[in-house]
C-alpha cells in the first residue's frame, strides 16, 4: 500500500510547532518586598521552624486536639478548597491537551437503494449501492507559533498551583479559628463558673447581712449594698451562659458535625496550655512558604502569562484539519490497495479589524497583571503585619499576665482584710463591697488576659506559615 501523501506536510507542521517554544510572555521578575528587612523584635532566627512544626505538635492539649481533627475531616469549606483543587487540576489538563493534535478514529457504512429506470430511459432493475470507510483525522489543530496555546497552558498551570496553595492556606485557617474558638469556649467557661462562684459567695454575705439587718445590727443601706452584689454576679451569669452556647454554635459550624459533650464541657484556661516557641526570622521566609502568600505569587504569574495569549490574538493562526484512511465499496475489498484516501486542509486566520477587540483584551490583560501585583504586595505586607502583632504579644503578655496575677493576689488580701474589719465592726460594708467589685473585676482581667496571650501565639504560629502539616 502506499504511504499517504499528506503524511508528509502534516510531519512538518508538527515539527514547527513541537520546535516553535517561543511566547509573547513578558518575563517575570518578582516585586521587590514592600517590608522591613526584618522585623526590630526578632531574635533572627530561620521562619521556616515554625512551619516545620505540624498542627498536633502545636496543639498538644488532648481535647483541643481532638476538636481540631474532627474540622479537619467535616468541614465545609476546606471540602469546597479540595474540591476547587481537582476542578483547578482538570481544567490545567484541558489546557494542556491543547498542544497536541487530537486525533480520532472512524468507521462508517454507507448504503443506498435505487429504484429501477431512475436516472436511465431503458429498462433496468432496481440497485443498492453498499460503501464502507475507515480512517483517522486531525481536526483543527492549531500551530501554536506565536505561543498563545502555550501561554494559556502557562495561565492553567499558574491558577491551578495558586488554587492548591489556597487549599493549604485554608487548612492553616481553620486549624487556628477552631483552636481560637476553642480558647474563646474555655474562657467563657472559666468566667461563668467565676459568676456562679461570686454569685454564691455574695448570696451568702446578703443572708447574713440580711439576718444582722433583721436584728437591728445592720443598717438598710449595708442590706442595699450586698444585695447589689448578688444582682450583679446573677447578671454576669446570664450573660457568660449566653456567650457560652453561642461559642458552642460557633465551633459546631467550624466542625461542620456534632462534638462530644465531655470535649465542651471539660474546655477550661486552667488546663494544661504549652505551645511551643514559635521563632521569627525574615520576611523572605514568608515568601517562599507561607501558602497565601505563595498562592498570590502563581495568580501573578497566572496573569503574566496571561499577557502572552493576549499578545499572541494579533498575529496569525495557522490551524490544521486532515484525515487518511480506506474507502471500498465492499467490506472485503477495505484494506486491499487501491483503497487508500486522505486530505489536508491549513487554514489561516489574520485578524485584520476586529473593532480593537485584541488591544482591549491587552490592555485588560495588564491592567490585570498590576492588579495582582497589588494583591501579593498587599499579602506580603498582610504577612508582615500579622508577625509583628504576634511577636508583639510574644515578647509583652507574659510581662501583663504576670503583673494582673500579682494585682489579683494582693486584691485577694484586700477583700478578706475588708471582710474582717467588717466583722469586726471596725468598717461598713461598703469597704467589703468595693474590694470585692476589685478582685471580681482583676479576677475577670485574668482570664480575658490568659485568652488573649493565648491567642497571640496562636496568630504568630498561623502568621509564619504554620498548621499544614500535622
Not at 81 to 108: K, S
Not at 128 to 145: K, P
Not at 247 to 257: E, M
Request: charged fraction near 20%; proline fraction near 4%.
Amino acid at each position: 500500500m502506499n504511504k499517504p501523501r499528506f503524511a508528509l506536510p502534516f510531519l512538518s507542521a508538527l515539527t514547527l510547532t513541537i520546535l516553535a517554544g517561543c511566547t509573547m510572555e513578558p518575563k517575570y521578575d518578582r516585586p521587590a518586598l514592600p517590608v522591613a528587612s526584618d522585623w526590630t523584635t526578632s531574635k533572627g532566627v530561620d521562619a521556616g521552624k515554625a512551619q516545620d512544626i505540624g498542627w498536633s505538635q502545636f496543639f498538644n492539649q488532648p481535647e483541643m486536639k481532638q476538636v481540631i481533627t474532627l474540622a479537619l475531616d467535616n468541614n465545609r469549606d476546606l471540602r469546597v478548597a479540595a474540591l476547587n483543587v481537582d476542578t483547578a487540576r482538570a481544567t490545567f489538563q484541558i489546557d494542556r491537551a491543547a498542544l497536541l493534535p487530537t486525533l480520532d478514529g472512524t468507521a462508517g457504512e454507507t448504503a443506498q437503494h435505487l429504484p429501477g429506470n431512475l436516472y436511465s430511459t431503458k429498462a433496468s432493475g432496481p440497485a443498492t449501492y453498499q460503501q464502507y470507510s475507515a480512517g483517522v483525522g486531525v481536526s483543527s489543530y492549531e500551530l501554536d507559533l506565536f505561543g498563545r496555546v502555550r501561554s494559556l497552558r502557562d495561565k492553567g498551570l499558574e491558577t491551578y498551583l495558586a488554587t492548591a496553595a489556597t487549599q493549604r492556606a485554608t487548612q492553616i485557617t481553620l486549624v487556628s479559628e477552631v483552636a481560637e474558638g476553642y480558647l474563646s469556649l474555655a474562657a467563657d467557661n472559666d468566667l461563668l463558673k467565676l459568676a456562679i462562684d461570686t454569685a454564691n459567695s455574695q448570696n451568702h454575705s446578703y443572708e447574713l447581712t440580711k439576718r444582722s439587718y433583721d436584728q437591728g445590727v445592720s443598717n438598710t443601706q449595708d442590706l442595699v449594698q450586698a444585695e447589689t452584689t448578688v444582682r450583679s454576679a446573677q447578671a454576669d451569669i446570664a450573660q457568660y451562659t449566653r456567650q457560652v452556647r453561642q461559642d458552642v454554635n460557633a465551633l459546631t459550624l467550624l466542625v461542620g458535625a456534632q462534638i462530644p459533650e465531655k470535649l465542651l464541657a471539660n474546655a477550661s484556661l486552667n488546663n494544661t496550655w504549652s505551645f511551643p516557641a514559635t521563632p521569627a526570622g525574615l520576611p523572605s521566609d514568608l515568601l517562599t512558604r507561607r501558602p497565601d502568600i505563595i498562592a498570590a505569587e502563581h495568580t501573578l504569574k497566572a496573569a503574566n502569562a496571561n499577557i502572552g495569549a493576549a499578545r499572541a490574538a494579533f498575529f496569525p493562526r495557522i490551524t490544521l484539519t486532515g484525515s487518511a484512511g480506506t474507502e471500498s465499496g465492499s467490506l472485503s475489498n477495505l484494506f486491499s490497495g487501491g483503497s487508500g484516501f486522505w486530505s489536508f486542509a491549513p487554514s489561516l486566520n489574520i485578524p485584520i479589524f476586529d473593532g480593537g477587540v485584541n488591544q482591549a483584551n491587552l490592555d485588560i490583560a495588564k491592567d490585570t497583571k498590576k492588579i495582582e501585583i497589588a494583591n501579593y504586595e498587599k499579602a506580603i505586607q498582610t504577612a508582615f503585619k500579622e508577625v509583628s502583632d504576634g511577636l508583639a504579644g510574644q515578647a509583652t503578655y507574659g510581662d501583663q499576665l504576670k503583673a494582673i496575677q500579682l494585682e489579683t493576689a494582693a486584691n485577694q488580701r484586700n477583700f478578706d482584710l475588708s471582710q474582717m474589719r467588717f466583722k469586726g465592726g471596725i468598717d461598713s460594708y461598703l469597704n467589703v463591697l468595693v474590694a470585692q467589685r476589685s478582685l471580681y473585676g482583676t479576677q475577670k482581667t485574668l482570664i480575658s488576659t490568659k485568652l488573649a496571650q493565648l491567642n497571640s501565639d496562636i496568630t504568630l504560629f498561623k502568621a509564619l506559615g504554620g498548621g499544614w502539616k500535622k
